[in-house]
């Protein structure tokens, strides 16, 4: 016969090694130091996680790592139970009720306080009573309250080993099982003092920047100068936003005079209320405008009217110009409304405003386009005082760099706030279990996001200034997609991919207005062509501007962003004159 008293013997006794130890308090805190240690290690195996999900789209690397994270923590949870149940047996006899409440408090810590206080009163320990008390204190302000520094829910396991260590055993306690512990605040005190150096160095970063865009980069600072602006409801600008229409267009041919006068006396009729309210808008003083925070007072979501109402001021009045390009009084005039136009935007030096404010330029030079072409009516002298000096495109465009990081700062904190400090009627168990676990890992995670920002902004003021073509800058400034999706960088992802195409939006400003003083050069000499004047590189490639001849005048072009001489509707990449008679 087969005894079955030996029946899978070695399987057990496998078993009890594995997971069981002779002390029941020694295998209960063996258990609870394991589990902490487990906990420790989640955000390494999240940073494990998000290296994965960043360079391989495969699921058996992802399930690896997590499924050796769950294994982790499992074992200390089930060396936790079969220790509890054993310790609970002292006070509550039953076996199946021990067994339920061991695997209850293993499952689910902060009850272990609960159902282990009757154990030490029984026994007599007050001072492992108030350690249990303190444990199941410190879990409930760790299940309502965020902490940024050190988990609550650490320092209240470490309340419950106290109270484990005071319950009465015969076995001598062995040091030997607290080493999870020891490696448990070993990774605490790594994610610490990573934390601090995170810190520091982002301090460090802020200050460069600042010292680069020349201003405060402080959120604070910025809604106290927005609280000075000229607010959006004040007339004549209340009246011009809400007169404001899509439906202006300058679809024709700039040199149309007949065109332009047609088309702007049917904006008159069709808009007569705004064009009033822009006529009195352009009296006033260039200013900064005021924006109204959103209603979750996130900086990204001001909301900016002006600026298309801008931009379609400046359209009406290069019709204006168009219209009637042979009155000198009236191109000055419209000409200098359309810097202030520019300058209303520029003052605003958020990055949407720097790009108005560039178009709104383009508009300007390409409005003057008519007016060049009469050249001999008009003197070289006229004309390039008409074009005026360059803008400080560069300055400018550090400026909205240093709005950008304001903006990328204040949707962080929010985004992390979210994250950590979140209703708990509302939140999602994953929301509720970060919470508890990874406040710490939260604030380095969002660090590091920052710090990976930083270092983009500030690489991309200091390009500004370098002697590079905008391509050049572009490329030393793009953006590292593969890091921050290795690295989950979520703000990142969704705030800086696009910022170093601006570099190039600035160089067709700088282009366009070089391309207007070399078509004036030409016109200079346009009756012997033999007589060019040298041409100045393009600012986006750094190649000599091109002259060609047209069918009924000529154009002045760089090349497009791709290398290629631009076509027809590549209107960034050149710079036409219509004229009456031939070039010849």
Known sequence: MKNNVLKHCKR??????LFMRKSPRTGAMFGLAWMNMAIAFIPFFALALFQVMGRWNGFLPFFTIAFSAVLLYLYGMICCALGLERIFHQTYKAKKLCNFLGGVCAWIPPLTGVFLIPVLIQRKRWFGVLSALAGIVLYGISFYCSNTVFSVVFFASVCYLTALSLVQDKYRFSKIFMIPFGIAVLLNLFLFFWHVKLQMDVRYKHYELARLVGRSLN???????????????????????????????????????????????????????????????????????????????????????????????????????????????????????????????????????????????????????????????????????LIGPEVEWNRFLRLAYGDEAICFRDSLNHLQNMAVSADLSTASPALISLKKHLPLFISLHFLRDYDFALDNYIALCKLTDEELSALDKCRKGEFDEKSAQCNFFIVSSMLLPSLNSTIKHTASAMDIR????????????????????????????????????????????????DGKIPGEKDIAYYYQLHLKCDCK
């Open 219 to 385: 959120i604070d600072d910025l809604w106290d100068e927005d609280a000075t602006g000229f607010s959006p409801d004040k007339e004549p600008l209340k009246t011009l936003i809400a007169k404001n229409s899509d439906g202006i267009d300058i679809d024709f041919d700039l040199h149309d005079s007949s065109a332009a006068k047609k088309k702007l006396l049917e904006i008159n009729s069709q808009h007569a209320g705004f064009i009033s309210a822009l006529e009195q808008f352009l009296t006033l003083p260039v200013h900064y405008v005021a924006h109204k925070k959103s209603d979750d007072g996130l900086l990204m979501g001001v909301n900016m009217p002006e600026l298309n109402v801008l931009r379609n001021g400046a359209r009406i009045l290069l019709l204006k110009i168009a219209a009637d390009p042979e009155n000198k009084q009236n191109v000055e005039r419209c000409n200098t409304e359309l810097k202030k136009l520019r300058d209303w935007s520029l003052h605003n030096r958020f990055l949407l405003s720097y790009l108005v404010a560039v178009a709104i330029e383009r508009i300007r030079i390409n409005a003057l386009r008519p007016v060049i072409a009469r050249y001999g009516y008009y003197s070289s002298s006229e004309l390039k005082e």
């Open 12 to 17: 057990k006794k496998f078993f009890y090694r």
């Open 514 to 561: 070089k391309m207007a003083l070399c078509a004036i050069g030409v016109m200079e000499r346009k009756n012997d062509l033999s007589l060019m004047p040298e041409f100045p590189l393009a600012a986006l490639d750094h190649q000599p501007l091109k002259f060609e001849k047209t069918n009924d005048g000529f154009r002045i072009y760089s090349h497009t962003a």
